[in-house]
């Protein structure tokens, strides 16, 4: 496709259990990153990869959250042990490198929901 | 510590009248500024930036404003549509975005 897809569209989880969400950037964008929206907040960065590695990672809100992409292109965020307060939607973006300044252009997120 | 502030979380307009959401930022060292617009159950969308050099960027019916010594930065939307009711979000920073939290704007008919 022409954009950022990212799957599943919603997922709905335990307490407890292990999720991964998946992010296909845009064909030819070296840069990727990952962002997530509570409800009634702005976006919250979590980590962003220039190629298929990951210079900032300051965003993760704890050691229960993983990502890494491969091959330059797809990437996954993983989520161990999922707490209530991780119930959000995580956006994936991408841009065709890491720039100064420029546009990022975003998926249409996962809603996750931990019951 | 909030670095992009919206401070108004939802801005209702007529149809026709202009609509300006503000944004204010703290951190002195952002040099670019970005606005998004948000439909529900969709992705961010780039509506229009403006580098610190600049104090106005225009584009069709879109333009931003820049006020540098006040860290404040505002988006005017003239004359407004319907379909423009959207949730739009500021944003400063390089390789990570920091946002606000989003105004909801509602343009009624």
């Known amino acids: 496709g022409a954009g950022v897809s990212q799957s599943p569209s919603n997922k709905v989880t335990e307490k407890g259990k292990d999720v991964e969400l998946r992010c296909d950037p845009i064909?030819?964008?070296?840069?990727l990153y990952w962002y997530r929206q509570s409800l009634g907040q702005g976006l919250e960065f979590l980590i962003y990869?220039?190629?298929?590695?990951?210079?900032?990672k300051s965003g993760l809100p704890s050691d229960r959250f993983s990502a890494e992409r491969t091959g330059g292109s797809v990437s996954t965020l993983t989520i161990q042990r999922t707490q209530q307060e991780d119930s959000a939607v995580y956006l994936c973006?991408?841009?065709?490198?890491?720039?100064?300044?420029?546009?990022?252009?975003f998926g249409p997120g996962t809603r996750l929901t931990v019951l | 510590d909030q670095q992009v502030k919206q401070n108004s979380p939802s801005l209702s307009v007529q149809e026709g009248r202009i609509s300006i959401l503000n944004c204010d930022y703290t951190n002195s060292m952002f040099d670019y500024f970005l606005w998004y617009k948000k439909y529900p159950a969709e992705g961010p969308t780039f509506l229009i930036s403006i580098s610190s050099i600049k104090d106005k960027n225009e584009d069709g019916r879109f333009t931003v404003f820049l006020n540098k010594s006040a860290k404040h930065l505002s988006l005017h939307i003239v004359p407004s549509q319907p379909g423009d009711s959207a949730v739009y979000f500021c944003?400063?920073?390089?390789?990570?975005?920091?946002f606000g939290q989003g105004t909801r704007l509602t343009i009624n008919p």
């Open positions: 944003a400063s920073g390089a390789q990570k975005l920091v």
């Open positions: 973006a991408s841009s065709l490198r890491v720039l100064g300044s420029g546009e990022q252009f």
């Open positions: 064909s030819g964008h070296t840069a």
């Open positions: 990869f220039q190629g298929n590695s990951a210079p900032d």
